[in-house]
């Protein structure tokens, strides 16, 4: 776990600072907050020092009760230089929100409050996370400005697209979600224990052609996939994803190769599987696809057509069945009717995979679609309902089972 600094500025979005803060407590990591004296007209500094078990500092000249120190850590006798002690001690600064003002002022390198000098005196991995109205994101004088920091090897994270603070105003320059920020913050070092692990996840679901414009398909929408991607890059590992038809976004860190059909992902497979520690085979892919698909759209006028259906090769199980003594290899399973934990485990057993997760689609709100998933990892040994909740932390649940399982992916 990290010992995070956490710079806040004035815009409205420091609300969302203070679920980023609660949920990077929550994760274990260590958490200082400093504030310029703008953002206290947004939210007060006793929110986070409630939250953090730590003071904030708002000025450069009050003096750090806590010495530059992070809660549980020894003081110092002698009290040192805040902006210069807590970026000295902080394994990562996050700046969230970062106003356009307070962008332009780290640009400049100027250091007229705590946040922008601590910036200024980082030696550390800085993020900032941009909140803006989106014709300032815009504005070529910020993307200039956004420009510079990242030549300076400061990650500027790419701000949200959707609704503003002002009214009825949409676009790009929303806050990331503090779920999304806790995401990059554990890829920038938080979190280490898949560091050295090749990680290949397939997400979403195959799509297999009739004609050009229909297909047999299925109703996965790629989230479990992108979670599980999302949650491995952050604990260090080194991430690709096939995604079958699913545009959910993946960190910055992770290296995505789309595809439609089965047979496209099982080529995909076959090409990234030896180059891999660990296949988390999330994709839907379908069982059955079309014998041969028509050129030309089937016309309504010449009836109701006959479509001929053929098996399509068991990805997983060819994967399974070719692997290295060093990988690891698990796959998922929906079920919906007949016995899930049986089906699941003959699975388990038939295609020779490590573990398998099982995902009841016959429970409402989890699974294909939802934001949320209720997941039973399954072993030679053990069958293991983990708690139900977003798809992110199902992924690190389903991730800690597999250090436990005590297989190949063991490097950190
Ligand atoms: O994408 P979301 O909307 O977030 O939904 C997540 C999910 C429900 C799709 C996911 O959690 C899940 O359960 N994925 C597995 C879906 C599936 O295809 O299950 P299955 O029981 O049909 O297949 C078992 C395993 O064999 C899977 O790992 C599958 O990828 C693999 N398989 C199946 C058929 C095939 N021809 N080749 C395969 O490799």
């Not at 979670?227 to 995505?256: F, Q, Y």
């Not at 053929?310 to 990988?327: H, K, M, V």
Request: charged share 20%; aromatic share 4%.
């Amino acid at each position: 776990m990290a010992k995070v600094l956490v710079g806040v500025s004035g815009g409205v979005a420091a609300y969302k600072a203070v679920e980023f803060v609660r949920l990077a407590v929550l994760a274990g990591h260590s958490v200082r907050v400093i504030q310029t004296p703008a953002s206290l007209r947004f939210v007060g500094r006793a929110t986070f020092s409630a939250i953090t078990g730590a003071p904030v500092l708002v000025s450069e000249f009050e003096s750090d009760p806590s010495r530059g120190c992070w809660p549980g850590e020894e003081l110092p006798e002698h009290a040192p230089i805040s902006h210069l002690a807590l970026v000295e001690n902080a394994d990562v600064f996050v700046v969230a929100p970062a106003t356009a003002n307070l962008i332009s002022r780290v640009a400049a390198g100027s250091s007229d409050e705590l946040v922008s000098a601590a910036v200024l005196a980082a030696n550390c991995r800085v993020l900032v996370a941009p909140a803006m109205n989106n014709r300032m994101w815009e504005n070529p004088a910020t993307v200039a400005n956004v420009a510079t920091l990242r030549e300076r090897g400061i990650t500027v994270l790419e701000p949200g697209e959707g609704q503003l603070a002002s009214h009825g105003e949409a676009g790009k320059g929303r806050l990331i979600e503090p779920r999304e920020l806790l995401a990059e913050l554990d890829s920038a070092g938080g979190r280490s224990d898949f560091r050295g692990v090749r990680v290949l996840v397939t997400a979403g679901g195959t799509r297999e052609a009739i004609d050009p414009v229909r297909f047999i398909g299925n109703r996965s929408s790629g989230r479990m996939g992108a979670a599980l991607a999302n949650a491995a890059a952050s604990r260090g590992a080194e991430v690709t994803i096939i995604c079958a038809n699913s545009s959910i976004p993946t960190s910055s860190d992770v290296k995505v190769i789309n595809v439609v059909s089965a047979a496209e992902l099982g080529d995909a497979c076959d090409q990234q599987f030896p180059n891999c520690d660990l296949l988390l085979m999330a994709a839907a892919v379908a069982d059955f696809i079309p014998t041969a698909a028509a050129d030309q759209k089937i016309k309504k006028s010449e009836g109701v057509p006959t479509i001929g259906l053929t098996a399509s090769p068991d990805i997983l199980a060819g994967l399974a069945g070719e692997r290295r003594a060093d990988q690891t290899v698990i796959g998922f399973a929906a079920e919906h009717g007949g016995d899930p934990l049986a089906n699941a485990r003959t699975k388990l057993k038939s295609k020779q995979l490590d573990a398998l997760v099982l995902n009841d689609v016959s429970v409402a709100d989890i699974g294909f679609e939802s934001e949320e998933n209720l997941v039973t990892f399954i072993s030679a040994d053990q069958e293991l309902e983990l708690a139900r909740g977003p798809k992110l932390d199902v992924a690190h649940s389903i991730l800690d089972q597999i250090k436990i399982l005590g297989t190949n992916p063991q490097k950190g």
